[in-house]
């Protein structure tokens, strides 16, 4: 029981003991580290009872001020018992105070983007940036001439000197891959489909292309799926405005323009009413009054097959979108760049965000 752990934890943080700051250091990182006892608990709360949430809230307070106070009594201890050490400071210690950052406008923006759809019904999917051919181009309906394989778009880590394309691995150019090997899956043991299938899938993807304020070599996606029996494009539709409301303003509007892409069919392009001049027409939306944010579509049936369903029984739809994309039109961030430098000024921007 948590409470029993909680109690045992106490008598031991109360008898600690450290010799030298060494030892000190292992006790904070057994107790206090991302990976120590009382994250540990902290990460348990969620299964708490609701009626024992606060006494239990409560003890875990008590513990880590607890064993904070005893760690930093030990460290002062030791740092006294060694006055040779004061007069030799550490040069290389990181100068206090130390200004800490905030969370990340991608995360934020992320965040947000999962919270819309698991509200929907979606759930969340993952997958390895360090893919082979076979899930990111072949079972995604691309051909093997298809300009998307070639060096200048992909990063190849290794490549088939056989000649067989679909064995070559790299840094996955979209997390289509994800969905590759969901629907792969989600099949019982007697090979039927284990429907509905109802994904999203954020992650970081990577292209060869030049580092710009506009683009990037590595960026990150959030890409949707859903398949079932009778799964039509109204379903996606109805989606796609759902969430564009919930994401930009409830006034918001959308129109899906045709487009292309090896994975679906039909597929379209998603606008957004231009949330910034209402769809009169400004700099931002270049006058047209619409915002290009996601691209969508049907899954084609050669999809389908290729991951071991029957489009004759199930459709679905797929929908991908870049979280640099959104976060530039919420927050409009001009360079690209901007996301990646770590730069602790530009994080405190996003503090109300956050």
Known sequence: MILDKINELLKEVE???AQNAEEVEQLRLKYLSKKGEITALMNDFRNVAAEQKKEVGMKINQLKQMA?????????DCQ???????????????PY?????????LTIVTNEIIDIFSRMGFVLADGPEVEDDLHV?????????HPARDMQDTFFVSQHEGGDVTKNILLRSHTSSVQARVMEQMHTDDG???APIRVICPGRVYRNEAITARAH?????????YIDKNVSFTDLKQVLLSFAREMFGPDTKIRLRPSYFPFTEPSAEMDISCFICGGEGCGFCKHTGWVEILGCGM????????CGIDPDIYSGYAFGMGVERITNLKYRVSDLRMFSENDTRFLHEFEAAD
């Open 97 to 105: 105070p130390i200004r800490l950052g905030t969370r990340h406008p």
């Open 192 to 194: 039927k489909l284990k």
């Open 299 to 306: 899954v084609d049936p050669n999809v389908l097959r290729q």
């Open 137 to 145: 181009f072949t079972k995604m309906n691309f051909a093997a001439d």
């Open 15 to 17: 008898t600690l003991s």
């Open 217 to 225: 070599c590595f960026f990150h996606q959030v890409e949707g799926l």
């Open 68 to 76: 904070l106070e005893r760690i930093n009594q030990l460290r002062d």
């Open 80 to 94: 006294q018992s060694s006055g040779a050490d004061e007069q030799q400071p550490d040069l290389t210690r990181t």
